[in-house]
């Protein structure tokens, strides 16, 4: 599990201190040095991307939801991708609907960071700058070509593809929950979709955060 690690500061007060969150608990704490999520709510305006996995938040999280399509009717151009193997409500209204295989969420992160890095959309700087073991995640993540993913997920390589570059372009906020967290994998799911923050340095930026 080569992954990367963050320099410990401290984000915000906000925490997710129940034992339904302690896969992100834990892997906030081990990525970033804090359990804070760097984001806030004003961010779903400011967002150009957002990508919404492991949860279907038009049933679980109505009110959040109600802000994510204002900010969608204010903001045309913003773009929804929503990785979940259900067609959920949330699902039925994304740009990109990535129905996954259940439990190939790593799979379909490392091959986002692969495309990421094999057509140079990864930030170089921020990445020297702010993170720590990024040698060792690019080496991992080697064999995770989108087409070798998109037989694993049971998706569209153009689609895994599509995700990526979208999510790189940015600003780019991820929403998840549940279905990433309550997994004997969750803290793996969750770490590495963080480093696809860190990686093209969508986190600690308006409209940014994981």
């Known amino acids: 599990r080569d992954l990367l690690s963050f320099p410990t500061r401290r984000f915000s007060d906000l925490a997710n201190s129940r034992l ?3 896969s992100a608990v ?3 704490k081990a990525s970033l040095g804090a359990d804070a999520p760097p984001a806030c709510y004003d961010d779903l305006a400011l967002a150009r991307t957002v990508f919404v996995t492991g949860s279907n938040m038009a049933w679980a999280h109505p009110v959040l939801f109600r802000r994510l399509e204002d900010a969608r009717r204010a903001n045309p151009d913003q773009r929804l991708i ?3 193997p259900r067609r959920t409500e949330t699902a039925e209204v994304a740009d990109l609907h990535l129905a996954l295989q259940p439990g190939t969420d790593v799979v379909l ?3 986002m960071l692969h495309l990421m890095l094999w057509e140079g959309l990864v930030d170089g700087a921020y990445v020297a700058a702010h993170t720590r073991g990024f040698e060792a995640l690019r080496d991992r993540v080697r064999e995770f ?3 070798h993913a998109a037989r694993i997920c049971g998706l ?3 689609d895994i593809v599509q995700a990526a570059r979208w999510f790189a372009a940015g600003p780019t906020l991820s929403l998840y929950c549940q279905g990433l967290n309550q997994s004997s994998s ?4 969750n770490r590495t979709l963080i480093n696809l923050h860190l990686a093209c340095a969508q986190i600690g930026r308006p409209g940014a955060g994981p």
Do not use: I, L, Q, R
């Open 20 to 22: 339904c969150m302690s």
């Open 26 to 28: 834990a892997a906030y």
């Open 156 to 158: 569209k390589e153009a």
């Open 186 to 189: 969750g803290t793996d799911k």
């Open 145 to 147: 070509t989108p087409a």
């Open 82 to 84: 929503v990785a979940d």
């Open 109 to 111: 992160h490392h091959a």
